[in-house]
């Protein structure tokens, strides 16, 4: 939990330290690349770092900031892909005529490695909500009646808080992970 403290405020302070950041953007068509909504990837540029390199710091990322990192990790090819499962509880609150929703993530990151580069894909996003709520579902676009929308059929943007939401969640993440695989969020640990 202190990893995971030290990283949010490793990336709040930083925000601004990168020149490009990879972010995500939310359409009614899912997750974009804020820089080319035509990819539904991030590339996040890592100067000078051979692609094992790469690798081999994202497992570590791993171990550091998981809770059973052998259980999230789903599947790998040494040096080229990394899978890794994640299940967020209260993920967001979706305002419901008022009522706010507790809503749950469960999604897959897909990492392909490169030198000098990786990129990060979420796969197999569901955002359901939690408890009696449950079968109902956040999409991204949809009918009124169809399930917790955040565009209407039409295009037009529905709930600006869930993409918010969304968007700071997935960001803070790629935010994190840039940072640890440029080593700026490790600390010296002089004992």
Same mark, same amino acid.
């Given at each position: 939990?202190?990893?995971? /403290?030290?990283?949010? @405020?490793?990336? @709040?302070?930083?925000?601004?330290?990168?020149?490009?950041?990879?972010?995500?953007?939310?359409?009614?068509?899912?997750?974009?690349?804020?820089?080319?909504?035509?990819?539904?990837?991030?590339?996040?540029?890592?100067?000078?770092?051979?692609?094992?390199? +790469?690798?081999?710091?994202?497992?570590?990322?791993?171990?550091?900031?998981?809770?059973?990192?052998?259980?999230?990790?789903?599947?790998?090819?040494?040096?080229?892909?990394?899978?890794?499962?994640?299940?967020?509880?209260?993920?967001?609150?979706?305002?419901?005529?008022?009522?706010?929703?507790? @809503?749950?993530? *469960?999604?897959?990151?897909?990492?392909?490695?490169? *030198?000098?580069?990786?990129?990060?894909?979420?796969?197999? +996003?569901?955002?359901?909500?939690?408890? @009696?709520?449950?079968?109902?579902?956040?999409?991204?676009?949809?009918?009124?009646?169809?399930?917790? /929308?955040?565009? !209407?059929?039409?295009?037009?943007?529905? !709930?600006?808080?869930? !993409?918010?939401?969304?968007?700071?969640?997935?960001?803070?993440? /790629? +935010?994190?992970?840039?940072?640890?695989?440029?080593?700026?969020?490790?600390?010296?640990?002089?004992?």
């Amino acid at each position: 939990m202190k990893r995971m /403290i030290i990283l949010v @405020i490793a990336t @709040i302070l930083s925000m601004n330290g990168f020149a490009q950041n990879a972010q995500f953007i939310v359409t009614k068509d899912g997750l974009r690349d804020a820089n080319d909504e035509t990819k539904n990837f991030v590339v996040i540029e890592v100067e000078n770092v051979t692609a094992k390199e +790469l690798y081999d710091r994202s497992v570590k990322y791993v171990q550091e900031v998981y809770k059973n990192p052998d259980n999230v990790i789903k599947g790998s090819t040494n040096g080229e892909y990394l899978r890794i499962h994640t299940f967020v509880p209260s993920f967001m609150r979706y305002n419901n005529s008022g009522a706010k929703i507790s @809503i749950d993530a *469960d999604y897959y990151v897909e990492l392909r490695f490169k *030198d000098g580069k990786v990129r990060y894909e979420i796969v197999n +996003l569901s955002m359901k909500g939690s408890g @009696i709520n449950s079968k109902y579902e956040v999409k991204f676009s949809g009918g009124i009646m169809s399930g917790y /929308i955040i565009y !209407k059929n039409n295009g037009d943007l529905f !709930k600006k808080e869930a !993409k918010t939401d969304i968007e700071d969640y997935f960001n803070k993440q /790629i +935010l994190a992970l840039q940072l640890y695989l440029n080593n700026n969020s490790k600390t010296e640990d002089n004992w």
